[in-house]
């Protein structure tokens, strides 16, 4: 007994990590990990030897390596094939970890955005001051009916995409403020608000913004009263003196995500005023 009280048993093994008995047994079974030795009664026991070595074994299943694969790498095990291995495995957790820094900005972005939805006041107008951004836009040149729009929007999406972003914010939209009139408006570009340091960090072709002051109005009536909006903000710029940059930006605040249905959107519709 004294040999097998240098080692750990099965049970103790297995919960070293967590994992039922049976992962061992199964494992030993199809040859990718063995204990150190069995005894005579049949009892299974593995080194501490043998710690770092099924360390990396959960490590590769935990990135999905399937198990034929560790076999092969078994199989023509060495210290090269080692490193080929580990060097494949750290491509795709940079990649994985690329992507979750993607979901970590747009979630802080979501979060900070329906927070702003939740704090607004419909139709009361407001200045405020931004930071720095950069918006990643496509031209529209297309008429004001709803299928041509979605097509836009569509082909803005997968131009962000082919830009490299996998998780992409609220597309937002913006109508020159010459387009406005009496009768309607119209869209000149669709963009997308990307960080500086996801634009550098990405090398994306996106348009610097600089930071600014801007007046800003919030409706929650989705888009049916944008085009009053669009002339409240010029009235109250005219009013107050303001001289606007040369479009109005249209943002979806609030969405499907948590009001019922695309009549109750919040809208915000925003102008930089010019120094």
Do not use: W
């Amino acid at each position: 007994m004294a040999k097998q009280k240098e080692y750990f048993t099965t049970g103790e093994f297995a919960r070293l990590f967590n994992i039922n008995k049976q992962t061992l047994f199964y494992y030993d079974k199809i040859g990718i990990f063995s204990p150190a030795f069995t005894a005579d009664n049949g009892y299974r026991y593995y080194s501490f030897n043998q710690i770092e070595t099924f360390q990396v074994l959960m490590m590769l299943r935990e990135l999905q390596v399937p198990v034929k694969d560790i076999q092969a790498h078994l199989a023509r095990r060495s210290p090269q094939a080692l490193i080929r291995l580990l060097d494949e495995r750290r491509a795709e957790v940079e990649q994985k970890l690329k992507h979750l820094q993607s979901v970590r900005r747009y979630i802080d972005e979501k979060i900070r955005i329906t927070r702003e939805g939740l704090s607004a006041r419909p139709g009361e107008i407001i200045t405020e001051d931004r930071p720095e951004e950069y918006r990643i836009t496509t031209d529209y040149t297309g008429t004001d009916e709803e299928p041509d729009v979605l097509a836009a929007v569509t082909d803005h999406f997968r131009y962000c995409q082919s830009q490299g972003l996998t998780i992409i914010n609220t597309i937002g939209a913006m109508i020159p403020i010459d387009g406005i009139s009496d009768k309607g408006y119209h869209y000149s570009r669709f963009y997308t608000v990307v960080s500086p340091q996801e634009a550098q960090e990405a090398g994306l072709s996106a348009m610097p913004e600089s930071a600014g002051r801007y007046v800003a109005l919030y409706d929650d009536h989705g888009y049916d009263n944008v085009l009053a909006m669009c002339h409240r903000l010029l009235d109250y710029a005219k009013e107050n003196h303001l001289k606007l940059d040369g479009s109005l930006y249209e943002d979806v605040i609030l969405d499907d995500l948590s009001v019922n249905g695309y009549h109750n959107y919040r809208i915000k519709l925003s102008a930089r005023i010019c120094p």
